[in-house]
Protein backbone atom coordinates (compact mmCIF):
# COMPACT_ATOMS: atom_id res chain seq x y z
CA UNK A 1 0.00 0.00 0.00
CA UNK A 2 1.04 3.52 -0.77
CA UNK A 3 0.31 6.51 1.10
CA UNK A 4 0.75 10.28 -0.67
CA UNK A 5 0.02 13.41 2.17
CA UNK A 6 0.84 16.85 -0.10
CA UNK A 7 1.67 19.94 1.66
CA UNK A 8 2.97 23.46 0.65
CA UNK A 9 -0.31 24.83 -0.21
CA UNK A 10 -1.56 28.20 0.30
CA UNK A 11 -2.77 31.81 -1.03
CA UNK A 12 -0.18 33.43 -2.69
CA UNK A 13 -0.25 36.97 -4.90
CA UNK A 14 0.12 36.32 -8.71
CA UNK A 15 4.35 36.38 -9.51
CA UNK A 16 4.89 35.04 -5.66
CA UNK A 17 6.14 31.37 -5.39
CA UNK A 18 4.99 28.27 -3.53
CA UNK A 19 6.76 24.76 -2.72
CA UNK A 20 4.39 21.80 -2.63
CA UNK A 21 6.04 18.65 -1.03
CA UNK A 22 5.06 15.21 -1.58
CA UNK A 23 5.69 12.88 1.28
CA UNK A 24 5.35 9.19 0.32
CA UNK A 25 5.40 5.95 2.19
CA UNK A 26 5.64 2.39 0.48
CA UNK A 27 8.38 -0.04 -1.81
CA UNK A 28 9.17 2.95 -3.56
CA UNK A 29 12.13 0.57 -5.15
CA UNK A 30 9.32 -0.36 -6.98
CA UNK A 31 8.59 2.48 -8.22
CA UNK A 32 8.75 4.14 -11.93
CA UNK A 33 7.84 7.76 -11.28
CA UNK A 34 5.38 10.23 -9.36
CA UNK A 35 3.14 13.05 -10.70
CA UNK A 36 1.75 16.20 -10.03
CA UNK A 37 -1.60 17.23 -11.24
CA UNK A 38 -4.18 20.04 -10.91
CA UNK A 39 -7.91 20.18 -10.73
CA UNK A 40 -9.77 23.82 -10.82
CA UNK A 41 -13.31 23.78 -10.15
CA UNK A 42 -15.58 22.64 -12.84
CA UNK A 43 -12.33 21.65 -14.88
CA UNK A 44 -10.82 18.02 -15.34
CA UNK A 45 -7.55 17.11 -14.03
CA UNK A 46 -4.83 18.13 -15.26
CA UNK A 47 -1.38 16.64 -15.76
CA UNK A 48 1.56 19.33 -14.61
CA UNK A 49 4.99 17.95 -14.24
CA UNK A 50 6.46 14.51 -12.95
CA UNK A 51 9.92 12.87 -12.45
CA UNK A 52 11.07 9.35 -12.87
CA UNK A 53 12.02 7.74 -9.49
CA UNK A 54 15.25 5.89 -10.60
CA UNK A 55 16.78 8.37 -13.40
CA UNK A 56 14.92 11.65 -12.36
CA UNK A 57 14.24 12.31 -16.02
CA UNK A 58 11.62 15.32 -15.46
CA UNK A 59 8.31 16.17 -17.74
CA UNK A 60 6.55 19.49 -17.93
CA UNK A 61 2.98 20.49 -18.99
CA UNK A 62 3.77 23.59 -21.43
CA UNK A 63 1.78 25.67 -19.65
CA UNK A 64 4.42 25.42 -16.65
CA UNK A 65 7.35 24.93 -18.81
CA UNK A 66 10.20 27.06 -17.10
CA UNK A 67 8.27 28.35 -14.18
CA UNK A 68 7.57 25.30 -12.25
CA UNK A 69 10.58 22.39 -11.25
CA UNK A 70 10.10 19.04 -10.22
CA UNK A 71 12.58 17.16 -8.24
CA UNK A 72 12.89 14.72 -5.43
CA UNK A 73 14.79 13.38 -2.73
CA UNK A 74 14.70 9.34 -2.81
CA UNK A 75 16.39 9.15 0.54
CA UNK A 76 13.03 10.90 2.28
CA UNK A 77 10.66 9.72 -0.32
CA UNK A 78 9.97 12.61 -1.21
CA UNK A 79 8.79 14.50 -4.68
CA UNK A 80 8.75 18.52 -4.45
CA UNK A 81 7.68 21.30 -6.59
CA UNK A 82 8.78 24.42 -6.92
CA UNK A 83 6.48 26.95 -8.48
CA UNK A 84 7.52 30.32 -9.66
CA UNK A 85 6.12 33.37 -11.10
CA UNK A 86 2.56 32.07 -10.50
CA UNK A 87 -0.58 33.53 -12.23
CA UNK A 88 -4.37 33.58 -11.28
CA UNK A 89 -4.99 29.96 -13.76
CA UNK A 90 -2.66 28.17 -11.83
CA UNK A 91 -5.27 27.84 -8.92
CA UNK A 92 -6.36 24.43 -8.52
CA UNK A 93 -5.52 21.47 -5.82
CA UNK A 94 -2.95 19.82 -6.63
CA UNK A 95 -2.32 16.74 -6.32
CA UNK A 96 0.68 13.85 -6.26
CA UNK A 97 0.54 10.68 -7.36
CA UNK A 98 2.70 7.36 -8.00
CA UNK A 99 3.06 5.13 -11.22
CA UNK A 100 4.00 1.75 -10.20
CA UNK A 101 4.81 0.67 -14.05
CA UNK A 102 5.83 2.74 -17.20
CA UNK A 103 3.60 5.00 -19.09
CA UNK A 104 2.96 8.34 -20.55
CA UNK A 105 3.79 10.47 -17.50
CA UNK A 106 1.21 13.02 -18.37
CA UNK A 107 -1.63 10.54 -18.29
CA UNK A 108 -4.20 9.97 -15.30
CA UNK A 109 -4.40 6.29 -16.37
CA UNK A 110 -0.66 5.35 -15.87
CA UNK A 111 -0.52 6.46 -11.78
CA UNK A 112 -1.59 4.11 -9.32
CA UNK A 113 -2.19 5.53 -6.09
CA UNK A 114 -3.19 9.44 -5.01
CA UNK A 115 -2.71 11.65 -2.56
CA UNK A 116 -5.96 13.65 -1.07
CA UNK A 117 -4.42 17.27 -2.81
CA UNK A 118 -3.69 21.07 -1.76
CA UNK A 119 -5.28 23.95 -2.08
CA UNK A 120 -3.31 26.40 -4.29
CA UNK A 121 -4.69 29.71 -4.68
CA UNK A 122 -3.07 32.85 -7.13
CA UNK A 123 -4.89 36.25 -6.43
CA UNK A 124 -4.08 39.04 -9.35
Known amino acids: QVQLVESGGGLVQAGGSLRLSCAAS????????MGWFRQAPGKERDFVAA????????SYADSVKGRFTCSRDNAKNTVYLQLNSLKPEDTAVYSC?????????????????WGQGTQVTVSS
Open 97 to 113: AVALGPGGLGRVSTYDY
Open 26 to 33: GRTSSWYA
Open 51 to 58: ITWSGGVT
